[in-house]
């Protein structure tokens, strides 16, 4: 059974920087068949589910563009470690914030699709003030 953690939320002003964690047990990294994709997606309140930052096991990385410049995703395998490094925050990155992950093979990179991942953490805040 997989198991995704995060941890590292917290409250922050405007500007400052956080980085997430998201411990994964459970999970086969080692597939010659498939990849192992990793995503950091966010929601806020009344808001939809938006994919902020992806990695494959090949270390490609997409973001989304609201982020791009600012947000760094990054994998470690020997750990099986997820992180999200933000900077520059601003009041509109509050949001409950997950870790994905997923085995599969997908063209084109890793996907910022939520219904692209199966394993999902609880999520962690972050919330930016002004």
């Known amino acids: 059974q997989v198991h995704l953690v995060e941890s590292g939320g917290g409250s922050v002003q405007a500007g400052g920087s956080l980085r997430l964690s998201c411990v994964a047990s459970g999970l086969n990294t080692s597939s010659l068949q498939s990849k192992t994709y990793w995503g950091w997606f966010r929601q806020a309140p009344g808001k939809e589910r938006e994919g902020v930052a992806a990695i494959d096991s090949d270390g490609t990385t997409a973001y989304a563009d609201s982020v791009k410049g600012r947000f760094t995703i990054s994998q470690d395998d020997t750990s099986n470690t997820l992180y999200l490094h933000m900077n520059s925050l601003k009041p509109e990155d509050t949001a409950m914030y997950y870790c994905?992950?997923?085995?599969?093979?997908?063209?084109?990179?890793?996907?910022?699709?939520?219904?692209?991942?199966?394993?999902w953490g609880r999520g962690t805040q972050v919330t930016v003030s002004s």
């Open positions: 994905a992950a997923e085995n599969a093979y997908y063209v084109g990179g890793p996907p910022l699709d939520d219904y692209e991942y199966n394993y």
